[in-house]
């Protein structure tokens, strides 16, 4: 991985190139890893918080900042599911390609949002047609 410590993709070279699913890989696999350490710590943090508050506002208080935890874990977990996907799809040389299109997805995308499945265009389509039915 220290080979890619400066590396950035670039729209020169040929797409997805075995540089750039590496990059992409290392990248997905340290995102899921700080996902990971995060929830230890808040499964840590909760553990050692189980405190009985006597004040009922203290409680009240403390339950839900706990109900937003866990809440943001519970997001975090979903996310989780979609970096192993995204690292599947490396595996399966589909990785960087629009599931509607079959057209590359912008580098520019893809290190904005490495779990991007779908072309900016794409996606945008997608999101109207969401509204539409939304709006019915």
Known sequence: MEKLKNYRPSEKEPFMN???RDYFRAKLLAWKDEI???SRITLQTLQEENVNHPDLADRASSETDRAIELRARDRQRK???KIDAALQRIE???YGYCEETG???SLKR?????IAT????AQERHEKREKVYRDE
């Open 92 to 94: 399966d040389n589909t």
């Open 18 to 20: 075995e540089r750039q």
């Open 103 to 105: 057209e590359p997805i």
């Open 118 to 121: 779908l072309s900016v265009e």
């Open 79 to 81: 996310l989780i599911s």
């Open 36 to 38: 990971l350490r995060e």
């Open 110 to 114: 893809l290190e904005a949002r490495p």
